[in-house]
Nanobody, 123 residues
Framework: QLQASGGGPVLAGGSLRLSCAAPGLSARTYSMGWFRQTPGKDREFVAAIRGSISTLKYADSVKGRFTISRDNAKNTVYLQMNSLKPEDTGVYYC??????????????????WGQGTQVTVSS
């Protein structure tokens, strides 16, 4: 139900925009977000947007560099990533839930996951 795209290789300091299409969901009402994972590590929260009132949340490591946004008409959520660093490398997963949870930064709170898109930042 979630189709993530936009990943790829990029040099440090560069930018990428990830997209998450949700054709079977209402991006307007669902809470959606992004997690990332590198080999040997747990999935890490990146950003989330609340469905009903568009509250935005970010991990401290990406604040000021990443922006999550939503296009309700296209049922799509975006993650604009600027000033990328090598430590941003990983597989980025789009997630969704019908409700907003206090533990919005926990992967266990999201029942719907996309297939992931690889982001590789080289120095």
């Amino acid at each position: 139900q979630l189709q993530a795209s936009g990943g790829g290789p990029v040099l440090a300091g560069g930018s990428l925009r990830l997209s998450c299409a949700a054709p079977g969901l209402s991006a307007r009402t669902y809470s959606m977000g992004w997690f990332r994972q590198t080999p040997g590590k747990d999935r890490e929260f990146v950003a989330a947007i609340r469905g009903s009132i568009s509250t935005l949340k970010y991990a401290d490591s990406v604040k000021g560099r990443f922006t999550i946004s939503r296009d309700n008409a296209k049922n799509t959520v975006y993650l604009q990533m600027n000033s990328l660093k090598p430590e941003d490398t990983g597989v980025y997963y789009c997630v969704a839930d019908q409700s907003w949870n206090i533990r919005y930064d926990s992967p266990a709170e999201y029942p719907i996951w996309g297939q992931g898109t690889q982001v590789t930042v080289s120095s």
